[in-house]
């Protein structure tokens, strides 16, 4: 991780519905590191995301990705930034290959480059025996990792994805955990959210939890500890502890 870098810098970033969802929320994210968000249903961790890869516009606030101003210059953000949530979009009567092909192109990567980074991809996520039949007949499992393999393809400095794991079995979950740590430690920034905080406890760098549109907690897992005066116990039971603390404060 190199620290002292900001791969992303949210200040004060709104977002309202019936009610406030993101609440003047600040965070900063390093380059190189891996960032869980976690929180409650509810929280907004979804409309963070969503506001920090440009499919939600903030009520206010500024989100700045590797020192580019997502909101005046979205364009530019978001040739950087990788978006992958937890309800895949791909095209059906495509096959994996053929997705990547064309999501390369969308982006301008030379298809002489393209070609083997696709096929790659996939490959490291178990997909080899799948590359060339149609998307149409993959389980949720499988398109969820081919839309991870399109939003990697143009090699982004800055990974966002919304409950990855989701819907995907042991091997599939460890192949995508396997890319990720694979991509941090190459230098992307990776940010996270999940209901699986044993995944978190073992692969953030750092943690922040989110309740109510605000950040209530954040730093290593070792910090969290020694912050609650907790020295010795699970992120699952403080994660419970934070929650349940601020929601008697509220």
């Known amino acids: 991780m190199t620290s002292g870098l900001s791969a992303l810098e949210v200040r004060g970033l709104t977002k309202r519905f019936d009610r406030p969802a993101v609440d003047a929320l600040d965070l900063t994210v390093r380059v190189g590191e891996f960032y869980a968000l976690l929180g409650p249903n509810g929280a ?16 206010a606030g500024s ?25 895949p979009m791909i095209y059906d009567k495509l096959t994996p290959l053929e997705y990547l092909e064309f999501v390369a192109g969308l982006w301008g990567v030379d298809p002489r480059v393209s070609e083997g980074s696709a096929h790659d991809l996939l490959v490291s996520l178990g997909l080899e025996a799948h590359l060339n039949e149609r998307c149409e007949g993959f389980s949720k ?13 143009h090699e982004p ?14 091997l599939s979950a460890r192949h995508v955990k396997g890319l990720l740590q694979e991509r941090a430690r190459a230098g992307c920034t990776v940010i996270m959210t999940t209901h699986i905080l044993e995944v978190a406890e073992r692969m953030a760098d750092r943690i922040g939890v989110i309740a109510a549109g605000k950040l209530i907690a954040e730093g290593t897992l070792a910090e969290l500890r020694q912050q609650n005066g907790r020295n010795d116990t699970s992120l699952e039971d403080m994660f419970i502890a934070l929650v349940d603390t601020e929601a008697a404060a509220a």
Do not use: C, F, N, Y
């Open 63 to 87: 989100v700045s990705i590797l020192g580019i101003d997502a909101l005046t210059d979205p364009v530019a953000a978001k040739q950087v930034v990788a978006w992958v949530s937890d309800e």
């Open 141 to 153: 499992g499988m398109r969820q990792k081919v839309a991870l393999a399109g939003a990697l393809v």
């Open 44 to 59: 907004g961790k979804t409309t963070t995301l969503r506001m920090v890869a440009g499919l939600l516009r903030p009520d």
């Open 157 to 170: 400095r800055l990974i966002i994805l919304d409950e990855p794991l989701t819907g995907l079995d042991a």
